[in-house]
């Protein structure tokens, strides 16, 4: 008779029949993988190197962010649109990181004088070329009364305005045409600056203040005593250079 060779643990069963424990623990570990020692990661592996790149970008990333934070200055910056020949006005600070430009820019220790030599936007920072100094050029400034509806409602100091006159004192004859009786507005002066605006302070009309250069003294005079006076806001085309 010929026996069948038998695993070990066939061989010895269990009271109830079934592999004893030793068996089954031994029939697990046979099933398992074989343990695998770590291995040190060696020079050449490209993975090493990826992860030693990523580090070194992600310190100087830091400390160029670190040395931005220590950079930044408070400096000026203006709130709405000003016109060249205006004074610093309607500023806010704001804290930015210039670099190596934060001495073109007024910081909020100092004060700004002088008028602006070209125009600023709102929002720009105010720098240092724009204005001209405590030196200005002569200029002269008078008030002139302006009906309602007859001025931008939103006129402030800063901006530059056409003054436009339409005469009111003109004789006309009876049988004249319609379109010779009704009188044509002129252009008095372009592009004046508004040194001032006060409202109601005029039976109801505004007192706008506007500065102008002497030999111009004469035409605005003539202009608002002899007409209406109408004026016409000139908007702000972009700062200089």
């Known amino acids: 008779m010929r026996f069948s060779r038998l695993s070990p643990a066939r061989l010895r069963p269990g009271r109830s029949g079934f592999p004893s424990r030793a068996a089954s623990q031994q029939n697990v570990l046979e099933a398992s993988p074989p343990a695998r020692r770590f291995r040190t990661p060696r020079w050449g592996d490209t993975r090493l190197w990826i992860g030693l790149l990523l580090l070194v970008v992600s310190m100087f990333a830091g400390a160029k962010l670190l040395s931005q934070e220590s950079e930044a200055i408070t400096v000026w910056q203006v709130s709405r649109d000003l016109s060249a020949g205006a004074e610093a006005i309607d500023l806010k600070p704001i804290t930015v990181a210039l670099g190596q430009a934060r001495g073109d820019y007024f910081p909020v220790e100092e004060t700004p004088t002088g008028r602006l030599r070209f125009p600023v936007e709102s929002g720009e920072l105010l720098p240092r070329s724009a204005m001209t100094g405590s030196q ?72 706008v203040v506007l500065r102008v250069t002497p030999e111009r003294v004469g035409d605005l005079v003539q202009a608002s005593r002899s007409g209406t006076i109408d004026l016409i806001k000139v908007p702000v085309q972009g700062s200089g250079s």
Do not use: C, M, Y
């Open 136 to 207: 200005q050029e002569p200029s002269r400034v008078i008030t002139v009364g302006v009906d309602p509806f007859h001025a931008p409602v939103d006129v402030a100091p800063g901006d530059r305005v056409d003054v436009w006159s339409t005469p009111t004192n003109s004789t006309f004859l009876p049988d004249s045409p319609a379109s010779d009786r009704a009188p044509s507005p002129q252009l008095a002066l372009e592009s004046v600056l508004v040194e001032r605006v006060e409202s109601d302070s005029l039976g109801g009309r505004k007192a």
